[in-house]
C-alpha cells in the first residue's frame, strides 16, 4: 500500500506553531479553499480539521470543523475530508447526520476524527461535565459505535452509558462508509482504537517510539480480530539545505510565544498526566515539542527533500500508513512538498516494491 499524505486544515488562527515568527499562512474560508486545492494538486489525499471551540493557546478564531469541510467538499474533487468531532460537546446522532451530509456533498469523501478531549477549559465555558480521563475513552467508544450503527443499520436502537437511541433511522446512508480516526497515547486510547476505530493517530515521536506504539495496538486490535492503519504526526520544514531547515526550526523555537506555550502545557500535561498509567499525550513534551502542539518536530522531516523522503520510508517500513503534514508557510510549503517531496517517495517505494520482488 502506497502512503497517504494528509496536511492539517489551519481552521484556527495563529498556524501551526505557537510562535511570533511571520508565518504565511491564514485561517479564513477563502484561505483555506486555496490551499486544499494546492493540496489535491499537490499529492494529498486527507485534509485533517481541527475542532477547536476556545482560544487555548492563543488561537483567537476558529472555524467549526464539519462545515468547514462541506464548503472545502464543494471546491474539491478528489480530497478526503476528516473533520475532527468532540464528545461531550455534540452528541453521536446529529453528528451521524452530519457527516452522512458531508459524504452526499463529497461523493464519498467524508471521514470522522473522534477528538475525546484533553481541554478543560472548552467544557466548563460551554457548560458541559468534565469526565475523568478513562471515562471520556469510554464515551468516546460509545460515540463511534452509534455512528457505525446509524451508519449502517436501517434503524438503531443503543443503550449505553452515555448514549441512548431509541429505534433512530438515518437517511441517506453514507454512499462510503466514513472512516474513523482516533488519537491519544494511553492505554485507554490504545484499547479503544483496537475495538472500534479504522486509523489510529500519533503524536510527533522517534521511530522507536512509533514502532512501540504501533506494535502495543496492533496487538489490541488482534485481540478483536481487528486490524488499524497507522497516521503520525509531522511539521515538515523542506529548504535547499539541511542547514537552512535546522535554521528555519531554531527561529521558530527562539521566537516561541512564551506565555501562550507555557499555557498550553499546564493544559495538556494535565490532560496527559490524568490517565491512570500517567503515559496519556504530552506526558512527556518538553517546552520547544509544544512550540508545534502535536510535539510535530520529534518526527524530524526537517532538512533537504532528500533527506525528508528518506525518514518518510523508513517511518513508512515500521508499519507507518499516513504522514499528517504541518507547515509553517502554507502557500509556500504545500506546494514544495508535492513538488519535491511525494515525488522521491513514490520513486522510492517503488524501489522498494521492485527490491522485494526479487
Do not use: C
Amino acid at each position: 500500500m502506497s502512503l497517504k499524505f494528509a496536511y492539517w486544515v489551519p481552521n484556527v488562527s495563529g498556524g501551526l506553531v505557537i510562535s511570533k515568527i511571520p508565518q504565511k499562512t491564514g485561517w479564513t474560508f477563502e484561505d483555506n479553499a486555496r490551499y486544499a486545492k494546492q493540496a489535491e494538486e499537490a499529492g494529498f489525499e486527507y485534509a485533517l480539521l481541527q475542532t477547536r471551540f476556545i482560544a487555548s493557546y492563543g488561537a483567537e478564531n476558529q472555524l467549526e470543523a464539519i462545515t468547514l469541510a462541506s464548503a472545502l467538499a464543494a471546491v474539491t474533487t478528489k480530497l478526503k475530508l476528516i473533520a475532527a468531532v468532540l464528545p461531550g460537546l455534540w452528541h453521536p446522532g446529529p453528528i451521524a447526520k452530519a457527516i452522512s451530509t458531508l459524504d452526499e456533498i463529497s461523493k464519498g469523501r467524508a471521514a470522522v476524527n473522534v477528538v475525546s478531549g484533553w481541554f478543560k477549559g472548552e467544557f466548563y465555558g460551554y457548560g458541559e461535565p468534565w469526565l475523568d480521563h478513562d471515562e471520556r475513552y469510554r464515551r468516546s467508544e460509545e460515540f463511534i459505535r452509534v455512528l457505525k450503527q446509524l451508519w449502517t443499520e436501517e434503524e438503531t436502537s443503543f443503550r449505553g452509558d452515555f448514549y441512548r437511541i431509541n429505534g433512530a433511522p438515518l437517511k441517506p446512508k453514507p454512499e462510503v462508509l466514513p472512516p474513523v480516526f482516533q488519537g491519544g497515547n494511553s492505554f485507554a486510547a490504545r484499547q479503544m482504537a483496537a475495538r472500534v476505530s479504522d486509523w489510529y493517530f500519533m503524536n510527533g515521536n522517534t521511530a522507536d517510539g512509533f514502532r512501540k506504539q504501533i506494535a502495543e495496538v496492533n496487538q489490541l486490535a488482534a485481540e478483536h480480530q481487528r486490524r488499524l492503519k497507522f497516521g503520525v504526526n509531522a511539521f515538515v520544514i523542506v529548504r535547499d539545505t539541511e542547514e537552512e531547515a535546522k535554521r528555519v526550526l531554531r527561529d521558530i523555537i527562539r521566537y516561541a510565544d512564551e506565555e501562550a506555550v507555557e499555557g498550553f502545557r499546564s493544559q495538556v500535561q494535565f490532560a496527559g498526566k490524568a490517565s491512570p498509567e500517567r503515559e496519556g499525550m504530552w506526558a512527556n513534551s518538553n517546552f520547544d515539542d509544544l512550540v508545534q502542539y502535536n510535539d510535530g518536530f520529534k518526527t524530524g522531516l526537517i532538512g533537504t527533500a532528500e533527506q525528508v523522503a528518506d525518514r518518510i520510508i523508513e517511518l513508512k517500513k515500521i508499519g507507518v500508513n499516513l504522514i499528517l503534514t504541518g507547515f509553517l508557510h502554507y502557500d509556500e510549503d504545500i506546494r514544495i512538498f508535492g513538488e519535491k517531496v511525494i515525488p522521491l517517495v513514490r520513486a522510492k517505494e517503488a524501489a522498494l516494491l521492485s527490491a522485494a520482488a526479487q
